[in-house]
């Protein structure tokens, strides 16, 4: 377990001696992304709304092309890519346990041209030679202070960038972990860790109350959210209507849809389990206008669910509030029945499969 980690840290050192050779970095993503490798792709917009090249990026955004909603298997061919074009030593790893991922339409660790500061790039540049060199109780202040300002960066995102490059020493201040120390004692809120001082005191409790040993504290706060709520008659109610909805939308027999999660009992604990992933994985509404909308897929036969179903969903009492930066399980496959479950917003992009994540039942 945690096989990830001397790759990745051989990788962060590496990015180092790239701050005056960022064109090199963005040739190598274009050059990825030319040879099929599910990365990000990178085209910045001015002030015109115009797309145009991107001409700078930064350690932690690199980072982000194998740390979103990827399969296992596209994050490894890109590992594998880097070790050879850079000559890590390190293996490529066999799990990416405890890694928070990054929201798949906001990967980035800045604004586009328009909205981005001269100083916000060179910014990040520093922050991650200080997360690499130094502890928290070392790192500048200043600088964390800089990056936290960046627009597109929050306390959750930055703990995130942070824990990549130095997981031995930076904890991840994401959704599942606030829940998960919040439920060990340690109550954090996010809105208010605004200086690297707050930030070095969350640390410090973790340690003292939990475990130093951050990838275990990340990887079980993962497994910890995944845990079905204990009103599942809520949940049960709610997915009855989405699958009479689902029914109604494609004008096909309600058996067509239910056969896949309930029984002539009623709701399987399969059926909970799928609800309970679809809407903690895909995270907040708010972000996504798809985020509750499940889809059942039936050989090449998809079955969509109407835009309605979000009600029905949202009154069911599906926990909806968890940003997109959910942690990847270490397993990869779909979960039921050997069927595989996903979103509206995955099924219309079936050639692009890293547009969602699945998880095993």
Partial sequence: MFTWKPIYRELAEKMLHYRDRQDELLFLSREMLEKGLRVIEFKDRNEAGENIPLLEIDPFTF??????GLTEENRIKILS???TKFELAAPVPSDFHGIPVANMQKAWFFAFAANRRDEDIPALWDLAYECLNHGPEEMNAEVFKRCLSIRQIAIPKLTI???????????ALDSLMIAFLDDKGVKVNPSRVISLSDYRSVIKRVKNEISSNFPKV???AFIASNRLPANQDDIGNGLRK???ETADYNKIKINHVVKYILTEEGLTEEGLKIAW???RVFGNPAEHSWADLLTVVKGKDIVR???AGQQAVGASGFALDLPSCSQQSGKQGFGFRGRPITHAGTAKRQSTPETGLSFSI
Wanted: proline share 9%; charged share 20%.
């Fill in 161 to 171: 960038g942070l824990f990549w490059l130095n997981p031995d020493q930076y904890i």
């Fill in 305 to 307: 669910p109407p835009r």
């Fill in 242 to 244: 989405l699958i009479q």
């Fill in 81 to 83: 890519y880097l070790k």
């Fill in 277 to 279: 992933f679809q809407a």
């Fill in 218 to 220: 990340s990887r079980d």
């Fill in 63 to 68: 980072f982000a092309h194998f740390n979103r």
